[in-house]
Protein backbone atom coordinates (compact mmCIF):
# COMPACT_ATOMS: atom_id res chain seq x y z
CA UNK A 1 0.00 0.00 0.00
CA UNK A 2 3.10 2.41 0.86
CA UNK A 3 5.00 1.58 -2.03
CA UNK A 4 1.55 2.25 -4.27
CA UNK A 5 1.26 5.43 -2.60
CA UNK A 6 4.71 6.96 -2.95
CA UNK A 7 4.58 5.81 -7.06
CA UNK A 8 1.40 7.48 -7.34
CA UNK A 9 3.00 10.69 -5.45
CA UNK A 10 5.92 10.79 -7.71
CA UNK A 11 3.79 10.59 -11.36
CA UNK A 12 1.62 12.84 -10.01
CA UNK A 13 4.83 15.23 -8.87
CA UNK A 14 6.81 14.81 -12.41
CA UNK A 15 3.15 15.30 -14.34
CA UNK A 16 2.72 18.49 -12.23
CA UNK A 17 6.55 19.45 -13.14
CA UNK A 18 5.92 19.46 -17.21
CA UNK A 19 3.39 21.70 -17.00
CA UNK A 20 5.43 24.64 -15.72
CA UNK A 21 5.83 27.46 -17.08
CA UNK A 22 9.08 29.05 -18.70
CA UNK A 23 10.39 32.06 -16.85
CA UNK A 24 13.35 33.80 -18.29
CA UNK A 25 15.30 35.51 -15.96
CA UNK A 26 17.32 38.38 -16.23
CA UNK A 27 20.69 36.43 -16.09
CA UNK A 28 20.14 34.67 -19.15
CA UNK A 29 19.72 38.06 -20.89
CA UNK A 30 23.04 39.15 -19.61
CA UNK A 31 24.46 35.63 -20.94
CA UNK A 32 22.59 36.53 -24.14
CA UNK A 33 23.88 39.82 -24.49
CA UNK A 34 27.21 38.80 -23.50
CA UNK A 35 27.84 36.64 -26.77
CA UNK A 36 26.48 39.19 -28.53
CA UNK A 37 24.08 36.41 -30.26
CA UNK A 38 20.68 38.27 -31.68
CA UNK A 39 18.66 34.51 -32.25
CA UNK A 40 19.68 33.77 -28.21
CA UNK A 41 18.83 37.42 -27.68
CA UNK A 42 15.42 37.36 -28.95
CA UNK A 43 13.96 34.43 -26.69
CA UNK A 44 13.40 36.72 -24.48
CA UNK A 45 11.65 39.62 -26.55
CA UNK A 46 7.81 40.35 -25.92
CA UNK A 47 5.84 40.13 -28.45
CA UNK A 48 6.84 43.87 -29.48
CA UNK A 49 10.38 45.46 -28.87
CA UNK A 50 10.95 49.03 -28.11
CA UNK A 51 14.84 49.11 -29.44
CA UNK A 52 16.88 52.01 -29.58
CA UNK A 53 20.05 52.42 -31.20
CA UNK A 54 22.61 55.25 -32.83
CA UNK A 55 20.08 56.33 -35.59
CA UNK A 56 17.83 53.98 -34.75
CA UNK A 57 14.49 54.18 -32.13
CA UNK A 58 11.36 52.32 -33.02
CA UNK A 59 9.09 49.64 -31.60
CA UNK A 60 9.22 46.72 -33.60
CA UNK A 61 7.76 42.91 -33.79
CA UNK A 62 9.90 40.53 -31.94
CA UNK A 63 11.14 39.24 -35.66
CA UNK A 64 11.73 42.72 -36.52
CA UNK A 65 14.10 43.22 -33.19
CA UNK A 66 16.19 40.31 -33.97
CA UNK A 67 17.12 41.40 -37.66
CA UNK A 68 17.73 44.94 -36.28
CA UNK A 69 20.38 43.38 -33.62
CA UNK A 70 21.82 40.60 -35.81
CA UNK A 71 22.57 43.83 -38.25
CA UNK A 72 24.06 45.91 -34.54
CA UNK A 73 25.75 42.61 -33.74
CA UNK A 74 27.56 41.95 -37.17
CA UNK A 75 28.73 45.65 -37.48
CA UNK A 76 29.43 46.05 -33.67
CA UNK A 77 31.58 42.68 -32.75
CA UNK A 78 30.91 41.97 -29.04
CA UNK A 79 33.81 41.54 -26.77
CA UNK A 80 32.18 41.86 -23.43
CA UNK A 81 29.34 42.77 -21.09
CA UNK A 82 29.46 44.57 -17.91
CA UNK A 83 26.55 44.75 -15.59
CA UNK A 84 27.06 48.00 -13.35
CA UNK A 85 23.35 47.75 -12.26
CA UNK A 86 20.43 45.57 -12.35
CA UNK A 87 17.67 45.44 -10.02
CA UNK A 88 13.68 44.58 -9.48
CA UNK A 89 10.70 46.61 -8.49
CA UNK A 90 7.00 45.52 -8.82
CA UNK A 91 7.87 42.44 -10.35
CA UNK A 92 9.78 44.25 -13.04
CA UNK A 93 13.50 44.09 -13.82
CA UNK A 94 16.21 46.06 -15.37
CA UNK A 95 19.84 46.02 -16.15
CA UNK A 96 22.61 48.64 -16.91
CA UNK A 97 25.55 48.00 -18.05
CA UNK A 98 28.21 48.60 -20.85
CA UNK A 99 28.77 46.58 -23.95
CA UNK A 100 32.07 46.69 -25.22
CA UNK A 101 32.65 46.34 -29.10
CA UNK A 102 35.17 46.38 -31.94
CA UNK A 103 33.63 49.52 -32.84
CA UNK A 104 32.90 51.28 -29.17
CA UNK A 105 31.35 51.18 -25.89
CA UNK A 106 27.44 51.22 -25.58
CA UNK A 107 26.30 51.81 -22.57
CA UNK A 108 23.09 49.47 -22.65
CA UNK A 109 20.07 49.24 -20.64
CA UNK A 110 17.21 46.73 -20.80
CA UNK A 111 13.93 46.40 -19.46
CA UNK A 112 11.57 43.32 -18.46
CA UNK A 113 8.03 42.97 -17.31
CA UNK A 114 6.39 40.31 -16.16
CA UNK A 115 3.88 39.30 -18.67
CA UNK A 116 2.11 36.03 -17.80
CA UNK A 117 3.51 33.78 -16.55
CA UNK A 118 7.21 34.59 -18.03
CA UNK A 119 9.44 37.93 -17.88
CA UNK A 120 9.97 39.06 -21.46
CA UNK A 121 12.47 41.79 -22.50
CA UNK A 122 10.40 44.97 -23.62
CA UNK A 123 13.04 47.86 -23.75
CA UNK A 124 16.33 47.43 -25.21
CA UNK A 125 18.96 51.15 -25.23
CA UNK A 126 22.34 51.59 -26.45
CA UNK A 127 23.76 54.75 -26.31
CA UNK A 128 27.41 54.89 -27.61
CA UNK A 129 29.77 56.30 -25.31
CA UNK A 130 32.16 59.01 -26.23
Sequence with gaps: MKKSL???ILFLSLFL?????????IDDVITAMKSGNASQLSKYFDARVDISLPGKNDNYSKSQAEMI?????STNEVKSFQVKHKGEQSGSQFCIGVLLTRNGSYRTKFFMKQKGDTQVVQELVFELVE
Design 6 to 8: GFA
Design 69 to 73: LKDFF
Design 17 to 25: VSFTPDFYS
